[in-house]
């Protein structure tokens, strides 16, 4: 008789949604971004007052347009995009919606788990866990997550993965 082979993880969409909140949170980003490259333009509008050329008007105004949209129509994109789950066996994250990204990884080869609270997230009680892993194609990131959900998160898959058999290389 021969070995049998180890079973594939089953490949199937994560159960769950990030935090609701997190669509606020990608609408402040882009709120800042419009401020990031809007601000500086606006700034020389005003100095040049009547003598601003039409080219800073018309891209100011471009730049502004193109940030609200992106703000009003991607963060509810995201939301419903942004999938997660953790079993005994892997973390799956589902990302992204321009360019999907579908991420599993074993349990087997996480090798930290870590939460992060950026400023914009303190606001929202929200937070980011970052599972690194053995894998040269980076850590499996799972953002916008209700930062009580985040620390749950964190200490069970700190538990699974002490409980796993392996050496996360």
């Not at 909140?21 to 800042?32: D, E, S, T």
């Amino acid at each position: 008789m021969s070995a049998a082979a180890p079973l594939a993880l089953p490949l199937r969409p994560p159960a769950h949604q990030v935090s609701p909140r997190a669509v606020r949170w990608w609408q402040l980003r882009a709120l800042l971004t419009l401020v990031a490259l809007a601000g500086p333009q606006l700034v020389v509008l005003i100095l040049l007052s009547g003598d601003a050329p039409g080219w800073l008007v018309a891209t100011t105004i471009a730049t502004a347009v193109l940030v609200l949209a992106y703000g009003v129509v991607v963060p509810p994109l995201l939301y419903r995009i942004h999938r997660w789950e953790v079993t005994p066996e892997a973390v799956y994250t589902l990302s992204g919606w321009l360019v999907r990204e579908w991420r599993i990884a074993p349990i087997s080869r996480v090798q930290t788990v870590d939460t992060e609270h950026g400023p914009l997230q303190q606001l929202l009680k929200l937070a980011s866990v970052t599972v690194t892993t053995a894998s040269a194609r980076g850590p499996v990131k799972i953002r916008g997550l209700d930062e009580r959900g985040a620390a749950e998160l964190a200490r069970v898959l700190t538990e699974t993965t002490q409980a796993t058999p392996g050496d996360a290389t």
